[in-house]
């Protein structure tokens, strides 16, 4: 004879029954005291570009700056090593 599991009662919601919570209503528990309004709006509106590194290339760079010039770099060999248009005029 196998015996069922006893189902377990769900726990109360932890939302004040009397007050019905939009989906744009602050909750009580907030507390935005020491708060910076727009501490980084100028860094939001000048975009971002996260790229995640590999370990083994993360370990090459001690910090951003240092990715950035190594890419800049790169970009410069790269800018000068584009192969320049050659005539198409063949000679006999």
């Known amino acids: 004879m196998t015996m069922k599991k006893a189902r ?4 109360p919601s932890r939302r004040p029954p009397t007050q019905e919570l939009g989906a744009d ?6 507390d935005f005291r020491g708060a910076v309004r727009g ?9 971002t570009n996260v790229v995640l ?10 910090d951003a700056a240092a990715v950035n010039r190594a890419l800049r770099a790169l970009a410069e ?3 000068s090593n584009t ?3 050659r005539s ?4 006999a």
Not at 25 to 30: A, E, I, Q, T
Not at 39 to 47: N, P
């Open 39 to 47: 501490k980084y709006v100028a860094r939001y509106r000048e975009g």
């Open 25 to 30: 209503d602050m909750l009580p528990h907030y």
């Open 83 to 85: 192969p320049k248009s």
């Open 77 to 79: 060999v790269a800018d």
């Open 88 to 91: 198409r005029r063949r000679t």
């Open 53 to 62: 590194l590999e370990p083994d290339v993360a370990q090459r760079f001690p």
């Open 8 to 11: 377990r009662k769900s726990a």
